[in-house]
């Protein structure tokens, strides 16, 4: 079982940068690969970047290519996605999640646990 509470949304303006987290709890931390999606309103939710579980690969949204960057410390439990360049189209509410499998990594409904969502509001 893994719990996950995401931290470090706000409100910003375009170009700004953000950092969040996602702390996990429980020891199955190190065995699952973890993802950042994000839900605009009236939007579905999307997929934005994934770590596999060593922290050796990852994977974005193209829109996000060399603006974000998620990495993650298994020894602290936490996940990170540091947003740089922010602009307005940015602007949603931000899950983390945890998935077991290799299974496709874009895909919502391949995760197993969520975190509850923290909101970033990017201003222009």
């Known amino acids: 079982q893994v719990q996950l509470v995401e931290s470090g949304g706000g409100l910003v303006q375009a170009g700004a940068s953000l950092r969040l987290s996602c702390a996990a709890s429980g020891r199955a931390f190190r065995t699952v690969h973890m993802g950042w999606f994000r839900q605009a309103p009236g939007k579905e939710r999307e997929f934005v970047a994934l770590?596999?579980?060593?922290?050796?690969?990852?994977y974005y949204l193209d829109s996000v290519k060399g603006r974000f960057t998620i990495s993650r410390d298994n020894a602290k439990n936490t996940l990170y996605l540091q947003m740089n360049s922010l602009k307005p189209e940015d602007t949603a509410v931000y899950y983390c999640?945890?998935?077991?499998?290799?299974?496709?990594?874009?895909?919502?409904?391949?995760?197993?646990?969520w975190g509850q969502g923290t909101q970033v509001t990017v201003s222009s």
């Open positions: 999640a945890a998935k077991y499998s290799s299974s496709a990594y874009n895909y919502p409904r391949n995760y197993n646990y």
């Open positions: 770590i596999n579980s060593s922290g050796s690969s990852t």
